[in-house]
């Protein structure tokens, strides 16, 4: 990485047509995040707290989660913050949750699928978000979403929460924004109607892709197939940009596809206003931007 790259990666992208896309970080750890604030990144779009607890025998309780959360949030300042809850389930075996392969596979009880039917760990994670979010800016985001009436559960889990911190005396803050990934094909075409129920929406290109083209992100024989430049995940990209921009709803996207060079221009010309990446992509992408778009 070269001098330049490296001071101009800390500066905001404005396209020439005054147009700001904020490029910020996929994390997953307190060293992701000190490795996302040396990159340049202007905040976090998706911190994946699954890994915070992947290999844990039990599920950290409410007051470990948000000392964890806090952590990471200090480092990351009055940078905005994205923050995924639980995505177990399918290529993320939480050991401490005793997920089954079949049950909580690809197609089974798995991200907020799972959550909304324990609703225990999504109280209290949602809990310790809340909590954690005092002092910093904080925004939801629900994986794995399929349909609206999820995203409706998943908002009345957060006021629900929210309350019982409210009677509790215990401080918190409301989230910025909440919002849902878009990375099952039947979220993507029906994108008006989740619209309808969340403040923005993030891709997830690696699970989009994924469903769409019916190959295993996990099975090397079928990786061919995983292509976000197909025509199958090109179109299903273009419905989802219209739907969100005739909702007036903001489109991120956090899957792989955001960090590539091959890719990112066309995401923001289609009106994508974020790019998350793994942190060593962005001071590239923030180049890239600056020179092609
Ligand atoms: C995705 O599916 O594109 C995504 C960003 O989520 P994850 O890779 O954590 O499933
Ligand atoms: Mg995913």
Known sequence: RTRRQVAAAAEPVVLPDGRHVAVVANIGSV??????????????????????VLDRDTLPDEDTQVADLRE?????????????????????????L???????????????????????????????????AVGHRVSLMAPMVT?????????????DAAESLRRDGTPFRMPEQVGVMVEVPAAALAADEICAVSDFVSVGTNDLTSY????DRTVTEVLHLLDPAATAVQRILDQLCAHAAAAGVPV???GEMAGMTEFAAGLVRR???????????????????????
Request: with cysteine; charged share 25%; proline share 4%.
């Open 31 to 52: 060293a992701d995040a000190r490795a996302a604030v040396a990159s340049g990144a202007d905040g976090v779009g998706l911190l994946r707290t699954e890994l915070l």
């Open 72 to 96: 990471i949030l200090e480092v990351l300042g009055d940078r905005p913050v994205v923050v995924r809850v639980l995505d177990a389930g399918g290529d993320k075996p939480v050991t401490a």
């Open 98 to 132: 005793n997920l089954d392969n079949e049950h909580n596979g690809f197609l089974g009880l798995r991200g907020l699928r799972y959550l909304l039917v324990h609703p225990d760990i999504l109280r209290i994670q949602l809990r310790a978000v809340l909590r954690a």
């Open 147 to 159: 349909v609206a009436d999820e995203v409706r559960s998943f908002r009345a889990a957060v006021e």
């Open 212 to 215: 769409t083209m019916a190959a």
């Open 252 to 254: 991120a996207v956090c």
């Open 271 to 293: 009106g994508v206003h974020e790019l998350s990446m793994a942190p060593a992509r962005i001071p590239v992408i923030k180049e890239l931007l600056r020179d092609t778009a």
